[in-house]
Protein backbone atom coordinates (compact mmCIF):
# COMPACT_ATOMS: atom_id res chain seq x y z
CA UNK A 1 0.00 0.00 0.00
CA UNK A 2 1.52 3.47 -1.45
CA UNK A 3 1.71 5.99 1.37
CA UNK A 4 -1.28 8.21 -0.20
CA UNK A 5 -3.52 4.95 -0.49
CA UNK A 6 -2.75 4.16 3.61
CA UNK A 7 -3.52 8.45 3.95
CA UNK A 8 -6.82 8.16 2.08
CA UNK A 9 -7.68 5.07 3.97
CA UNK A 10 -10.35 4.80 6.80
CA UNK A 11 -9.21 5.50 10.33
CA UNK A 12 -12.56 5.09 11.41
CA UNK A 13 -16.50 5.92 11.28
CA UNK A 14 -18.00 8.31 13.69
CA UNK A 15 -22.00 8.38 13.56
CA UNK A 16 -22.00 7.45 10.24
CA UNK A 17 -19.38 9.50 9.31
CA UNK A 18 -16.16 7.95 7.88
CA UNK A 19 -12.80 9.56 8.94
CA UNK A 20 -10.25 8.99 7.06
CA UNK A 21 -6.51 9.21 7.80
CA UNK A 22 -5.40 12.22 5.84
CA UNK A 23 -8.24 14.84 6.89
CA UNK A 24 -7.51 13.58 10.51
CA UNK A 25 -3.55 14.14 10.06
CA UNK A 26 -3.76 17.22 7.62
CA UNK A 27 -6.35 18.59 10.36
CA UNK A 28 -4.68 18.19 13.12
CA UNK A 29 -1.54 19.79 12.30
CA UNK A 30 -3.92 22.50 10.54
CA UNK A 31 -4.97 22.81 14.49
CA UNK A 32 -1.24 23.00 15.70
CA UNK A 33 -0.53 25.39 13.36
CA UNK A 34 -3.05 27.82 13.93
CA UNK A 35 -1.85 27.48 17.79
CA UNK A 36 1.45 28.61 16.37
CA UNK A 37 0.39 31.80 14.96
CA UNK A 38 -1.77 32.99 18.13
CA UNK A 39 1.97 32.54 19.93
CA UNK A 40 3.26 34.52 17.06
CA UNK A 41 5.47 31.59 16.69
CA UNK A 42 7.48 31.28 12.89
CA UNK A 43 6.54 28.02 13.51
CA UNK A 44 3.07 28.00 12.36
CA UNK A 45 4.08 28.35 8.78
CA UNK A 46 5.85 25.15 8.26
CA UNK A 47 3.22 23.33 10.18
CA UNK A 48 0.79 25.22 7.72
CA UNK A 49 2.65 23.74 4.73
CA UNK A 50 2.67 20.15 6.02
CA UNK A 51 -0.77 20.39 6.86
CA UNK A 52 -1.89 21.46 3.26
CA UNK A 53 0.45 18.67 1.90
CA UNK A 54 -1.37 16.29 3.81
CA UNK A 55 -4.97 18.06 3.26
CA UNK A 56 -3.97 17.81 -1.03
CA UNK A 57 -4.22 13.53 -0.09
CA UNK A 58 -7.66 14.26 1.67
CA UNK A 59 -9.45 16.33 -1.22
CA UNK A 60 -8.24 13.79 -4.13
CA UNK A 61 -9.89 11.00 -2.36
CA UNK A 62 -13.38 12.95 -2.29
CA UNK A 63 -12.60 14.42 -5.76
CA UNK A 64 -12.36 17.95 -4.55
CA UNK A 65 -10.59 19.38 -7.73
CA UNK A 66 -10.68 22.80 -6.27
CA UNK A 67 -10.01 21.93 -2.79
CA UNK A 68 -6.78 20.45 -4.32
CA UNK A 69 -6.29 23.92 -6.10
CA UNK A 70 -7.17 25.41 -2.25
CA UNK A 71 -4.17 23.21 -0.55
CA UNK A 72 -1.84 24.30 -3.62
CA UNK A 73 -2.41 27.76 -3.21
CA UNK A 74 -2.01 27.67 0.73
CA UNK A 75 1.16 25.86 0.19
CA UNK A 76 2.36 28.50 -1.68
CA UNK A 77 1.36 31.43 0.66
CA UNK A 78 3.06 29.24 3.58
CA UNK A 79 6.43 29.11 1.80
CA UNK A 80 6.40 33.05 1.45
CA UNK A 81 4.81 33.45 5.03
CA UNK A 82 7.34 31.57 6.17
CA UNK A 83 10.18 33.78 4.36
CA UNK A 84 8.52 36.89 5.40
CA UNK A 85 8.41 36.01 9.38
CA UNK A 86 11.76 34.72 9.40
CA UNK A 87 13.04 37.89 8.44
CA UNK A 88 10.38 40.21 10.08
CA UNK A 89 10.86 42.40 13.02
CA UNK A 90 10.10 40.61 16.33
CA UNK A 91 9.03 42.02 19.49
CA UNK A 92 11.61 42.58 21.93
CA UNK A 93 10.35 40.80 24.85
CA UNK A 94 9.60 37.62 23.67
CA UNK A 95 11.50 37.37 20.33
CA UNK A 96 7.99 36.35 18.38
CA UNK A 97 6.29 38.38 15.32
CA UNK A 98 5.22 41.85 16.52
CA UNK A 99 1.37 42.52 15.54
CA UNK A 100 -0.08 45.42 14.35
CA UNK A 101 -3.69 46.54 13.03
CA UNK A 102 -3.65 47.27 9.60
CA UNK A 103 -4.30 50.75 8.34
CA UNK A 104 -8.01 51.43 6.32
CA UNK A 105 -5.77 51.77 2.59
CA UNK A 106 -4.95 47.61 3.67
CA UNK A 107 -7.88 46.87 4.53
CA UNK A 108 -9.98 47.73 1.33
CA UNK A 109 -6.86 45.62 -0.40
CA UNK A 110 -8.09 42.79 1.83
CA UNK A 111 -12.12 43.26 1.12
CA UNK A 112 -11.44 44.07 -2.31
CA UNK A 113 -9.07 41.19 -2.87
CA UNK A 114 -11.76 38.88 -1.40
CA UNK A 115 -14.98 39.91 -3.67
CA UNK A 116 -12.65 40.11 -6.84
CA UNK A 117 -11.26 36.89 -5.83
CA UNK A 118 -14.57 35.05 -5.18
CA UNK A 119 -15.73 36.20 -8.12
CA UNK A 120 -13.21 34.89 -10.12
CA UNK A 121 -12.87 31.40 -9.00
CA UNK A 122 -16.49 31.18 -8.71
CA UNK A 123 -16.93 31.57 -11.78
CA UNK A 124 -14.43 29.56 -12.88
CA UNK A 125 -15.82 26.46 -10.97
CA UNK A 126 -19.34 27.60 -11.99
CA UNK A 127 -18.04 27.36 -15.77
CA UNK A 128 -16.29 23.47 -14.89
CA UNK A 129 -18.00 21.67 -12.40
CA UNK A 130 -15.97 18.84 -12.37
CA UNK A 131 -13.63 21.35 -10.00
CA UNK A 132 -16.26 21.90 -7.07
CA UNK A 133 -19.79 20.86 -6.51
CA UNK A 134 -20.36 23.95 -4.90
CA UNK A 135 -18.89 26.71 -6.47
CA UNK A 136 -19.75 29.47 -4.38
CA UNK A 137 -19.02 28.43 -0.87
CA UNK A 138 -15.75 26.62 -2.10
CA UNK A 139 -14.37 30.18 -3.69
CA UNK A 140 -15.41 31.71 -0.84
CA UNK A 141 -13.21 29.68 1.46
CA UNK A 142 -10.42 29.44 -1.12
CA UNK A 143 -9.84 32.91 -1.44
CA UNK A 144 -10.53 33.65 2.30
CA UNK A 145 -7.86 31.21 3.54
CA UNK A 146 -5.41 33.02 1.05
CA UNK A 147 -6.73 36.70 2.51
CA UNK A 148 -6.37 35.07 6.21
CA UNK A 149 -2.91 33.92 5.06
CA UNK A 150 -1.94 37.15 3.96
CA UNK A 151 -2.45 38.94 6.37
CA UNK A 152 -1.11 37.07 8.97
CA UNK A 153 2.02 37.28 6.58
CA UNK A 154 2.01 40.58 7.41
CA UNK A 155 1.42 40.12 11.12
CA UNK A 156 -2.01 41.90 10.42
CA UNK A 157 -4.78 41.29 13.12
CA UNK A 158 -7.61 41.26 10.81
CA UNK A 159 -5.95 37.87 9.71
CA UNK A 160 -8.33 36.57 12.78
CA UNK A 161 -11.18 38.02 11.66
CA UNK A 162 -10.58 36.39 8.14
CA UNK A 163 -10.82 33.22 9.55
CA UNK A 164 -14.10 33.58 11.65
CA UNK A 165 -15.66 34.30 8.49
CA UNK A 166 -14.19 31.22 6.94
CA UNK A 167 -15.15 29.13 9.44
CA UNK A 168 -18.78 30.13 9.65
CA UNK A 169 -19.13 28.64 6.06
CA UNK A 170 -16.31 25.57 6.12
CA UNK A 171 -18.04 24.31 8.72
CA UNK A 172 -21.27 23.06 6.90
CA UNK A 173 -19.14 22.92 3.60
CA UNK A 174 -16.77 20.13 4.85
CA UNK A 175 -19.75 18.32 7.23
CA UNK A 176 -21.82 17.97 3.20
CA UNK A 177 -18.72 17.42 1.24
CA UNK A 178 -17.61 14.23 3.34
CA UNK A 179 -15.18 15.41 5.40
CA UNK A 180 -16.28 15.37 8.53
CA UNK A 181 -13.28 15.77 10.84
CA UNK A 182 -12.26 19.08 8.53
CA UNK A 183 -15.94 19.87 9.80
CA UNK A 184 -15.38 19.03 13.34
CA UNK A 185 -11.98 20.79 13.67
CA UNK A 186 -13.36 23.94 11.86
CA UNK A 187 -15.81 24.41 15.06
CA UNK A 188 -12.80 24.44 17.02
CA UNK A 189 -10.87 26.49 14.49
CA UNK A 190 -13.69 28.92 15.85
CA UNK A 191 -12.81 28.62 18.65
CA UNK A 192 -9.41 29.26 18.33
CA UNK A 193 -9.82 31.66 16.53
CA UNK A 194 -11.89 33.96 19.03
CA UNK A 195 -8.95 33.16 21.80
CA UNK A 196 -6.32 34.33 19.20
CA UNK A 197 -8.33 37.62 18.39
CA UNK A 198 -8.06 38.73 21.73
CA UNK A 199 -4.56 37.86 22.23
CA UNK A 200 -3.17 39.95 19.18
CA UNK A 201 -5.64 42.36 19.40
CA UNK A 202 -4.23 43.59 23.37
CA UNK A 203 -0.70 42.87 22.14
CA UNK A 204 -1.32 45.23 18.79
CA UNK A 205 -2.35 48.21 21.61
CA UNK A 206 0.87 47.77 23.62
CA UNK A 207 2.73 49.94 20.60
CA UNK A 208 1.43 51.21 18.10
CA UNK A 209 4.34 50.17 15.50
CA UNK A 210 4.67 48.29 11.69
CA UNK A 211 5.01 44.95 12.16
CA UNK A 212 8.08 44.68 9.69
CA UNK A 213 10.53 46.96 8.82
CA UNK A 214 10.60 47.99 5.57
CA UNK A 215 7.17 46.62 5.01
CA UNK A 216 4.84 48.86 2.84
CA UNK A 217 1.69 50.80 4.32
Same mark, same amino acid.
Given at each position: ?S ?9 F $????QH???S &?????T???? !? ?5 K??V?T??AQL ?6 V? !??L??N?A ?17 Q /????G?R &?A??? $? ?6 TWR ?5 VA ?18 L??S??? &??Y??V??V ?6 ? /? ?11 ? &????VP ?10 GL????Y ?10 W?? /?S???? /? ?5 A?A
Amino acid at each position: MSAVSWLNSEAF $SVLGQHIIWS &DMIGNTIGLI !ALALGWKRSVWTWPAQLLSGLVLVA !ANLSVNQAGGVGKQMVVIAVAVWGWQ /RWSRGRR &DAQDG $SIAVRFATWRERGYLVAGAALGTLAVGGLFTAFPELSWSPWA &DAYIFVGTVVAMVAQA /RGMVEFWFAWLLV &DLVGVPLNFAGGLAFSGLVYVVYGALVLWGMRDWWL /RSREGA /RPAFEGAPA
